[in-house]
């Protein structure tokens, strides 16, 4: 069984900046993929950013050049670092992670971006 736990969400300015955090608990290898989704208000829940194997890395085209995603493999963790926030950022933001058994969900951190 895997889990996973968001934490970093917050209240910022636009212009500003966060980092999410997500720590995995369970079967998660370094080559298993892991991401970030998110779901505003309203809205169907969307790909943010997502690392495979070989480091091979996806961003939406709304987050290119502003967000950055980055693992930890000894420490099973994984980072979005999110610069120049705009209020359309404001989401919840979920962890997620894929093996060979499953896809699982952290439980979500509120992003909160005030113009």
């Known amino acids: 069984q895997v889990q996973l736990v968001e934490s970093g969400g917050g209240l910022v300015q636009a212009g500003g900046s966060l980092r999410l955090s997500c720590a995995a608990s369970?079967?998660?290898?370094?080559?298993?993929?892991r991401g970030w989704y998110r779901q505003a208000p309203g809205k169907q829940r969307e790909l943010v950013a997502t690392?495979?194997?070989?480091?091979?890395?996806y961003y939406a085209d709304s987050v290119k050049g502003r967000f950055t995603i980055s693992r930890d493999n000894a420490k099973n963790m994984v980072y979005l670092q999110m610069n120049n926030l705009k209020p359309e950022d404001t989401a919840v933001y979920y962890c997620?992670?894929?093996?060979?058994?499953?896809?699982?969900w952290g439980q979500g951190t509120q992003v909160t971006v005030s113009s």
């Open positions: 369970g079967i998660i290898f370094s080559s298993n993929t």
């Open positions: 997620y992670a894929a093996n060979t058994v499953g896809n699982y």
């Open positions: 690392t495979a194997s070989a480091g091979r890395m």
